[in-house]
């Protein structure tokens, strides 16, 4: 299957630097009753800021795995598109339109 230095590999386990301990962080945004504008095009944004101080107090230096639970309403769920938007402009879309989907139960507990 091919050779491995051995010489290279001790000294690459020498220096090499771990990652932290796992540790996580939860919060809860409940009861925002917001809207979204009527009309094409049109969307709702709500911004969650997580401090310096968070960050600090938990050892939050690595970001492996962002979690979203959402409840929302609206008479057409295939209508909706939900990102995240990381603060250096990264955007994840975690649920895109989807034009088959007319029902308009909502997203009720989802996790994304």
């Known amino acids: 299957f ?6 290279r590999l001790v000294n690459a386990a020498r ?3 771990t990652v932290p301990f796992l540790t996580s962080y939860s ?15 049109t969307s709702l ?8 101080a968070d960050i600090l107090g938990l ?3 690595i970001l492996e795995n962002v ?10 769920r295939g209508k909706i598109e939900v990102k995240l ?4 402009g990264t955007e994840s879309i975690l ?3 989807r034009p088959k989907d007319n029902s308009s139960d909502g997203f009720i507990d989802w996790t994304f």
């Open 15 to 17: 220096i090499w630097k």
């Open 67 to 76: 979690q979203l639970t959402l409840t929302m309403s609206h008479p057409c």
């Open 95 to 97: 649920a895109a339109p």
């Open 59 to 61: 050892n939050l230096f």
């Open 85 to 88: 938007i990381s603060p250096s």
């Open 45 to 52: 944004r709500v911004d969650h800021v997580v401090s310096e």
């Open 2 to 7: 091919g050779l491995l230095n051995s010489w």
């Open 27 to 41: 919060t809860t945004m409940s009861d925002l009753n917001l809207s979204v504008p009527k009309g094409k095009d």
